[in-house]
């Protein structure tokens, strides 16, 4: 079967400006492609550039220079509006601290993604709540987050990521602050969602969390350091 590239970066630099002319170059070089279907685990020390690195893939930010090419357009080259589209069709994010409204129904908050896209109440109420039985909170639509679990508001955020059908899930560090049981649970659903075809990538600090994917990217000192299979590296010894 042929491959399809999804993502694929070509010397990507980031450089941070700060104010009194000092600057800081984050990724000096990175260069991967990465096919359908697959589930990366992104690594590297605190600080390495993995966030600089995931907000790019992101498009929620633009890299200083370098070339990136995301579901076969090439990112640079669109504006400011088709950007945001591409990125609404193709990409659904989960961060660290799930990142919800506390205030919004769970509905709410997983429908959040439909806001703009002039679809009736009713629907993007229908929608959350097949999201929501999807990753196990059937009967949750209408509470809000502080009456969750953490575990349970990452499955919110899932659910949230899912609403548009992305191809791509990008989560960085998704079970930082979940203790290793939860973390389980939440990566088995990442699991099942590869195995539906989604491609995973993931930035963890955690070898067990970095052995549920295939491909393991490190990052150190703005460059890849490794890029092979996940097992391979832990098997080796490393950490
Ligand atoms: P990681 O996720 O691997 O911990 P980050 O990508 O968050 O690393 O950060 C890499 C480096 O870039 C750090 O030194 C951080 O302080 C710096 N950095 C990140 N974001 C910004 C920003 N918006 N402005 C300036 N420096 C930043
Ligand atoms: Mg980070």
């Known amino acids: 079967m042929k491959k399809t590239t999804v993502v694929s970066v070509k010397d990507l630099k980031k450089t ?19 096919d359908a279907g697959n589930f990366v685990a992104i690594m590297g020390h605190s600080g390495s550039g993995k966030s600089t690195l995931m907000n790019t893939l ?12 995301l579901a076969e357009k ?9 950007l945001a589209s591409v990125r609404g069709q193709t990409l659904g994010f989960v961060f660290q601290n799930f990142n919800l409204l506390m205030k919004r129904t769970i509905a709410d908050n997983v429908s959040l993604p439909l806001l703009y ?33 953490g575990g349970m508001q990452q499955r919110v955020a899932i659910a949230r990521a899912l609403i548009n059908h992305p191809k791509i899930i990008l989560a960085d560090e998704p ?12 990566m088995g659903m990442f699991q099942e969602l590869n195995d539906e075809g989604i491609t ?6 955690e070898p067990d969390v970095a052995m549920y994917a295939k491909r393991l990217i490190r990052i150190a000192d703005g460059v890849v350091e490794y890029d092979g299979s996940v097992k391979d590296y832990f098997v080796k010894g490393n950490k």
């Open 16 to 34: 941070y400006f700060m104010s009194g002319g000092l600057s800081q170059e984050v990724l000096k070089g990175v260069s991967f492609e990465i």
């Open 117 to 149: 896209q002039g679809i009736s109440k009713k629907e993007c109420y229908e929608r959350a709540c097949q999201m929501i039985k999807k990753v196990g909170l059937d009967g949750y639509a209408d509470r809000i987050p502080s009456q969750l679990s």
């Open 74 to 82: 090439e990112v640079s080259k669109l504006s400011d509006d088709a």
């Open 200 to 205: 995973i990538i993931l930035v963890t600090h």
């Open 175 to 186: 079970t930082g602050n979940l203790d290793s049981q939860t973390s389980d649970e939440i």
């Open 58 to 69: 992101g498009c929620l930010d633009r890299p200083t220079s370098g070339k990136y090419i």
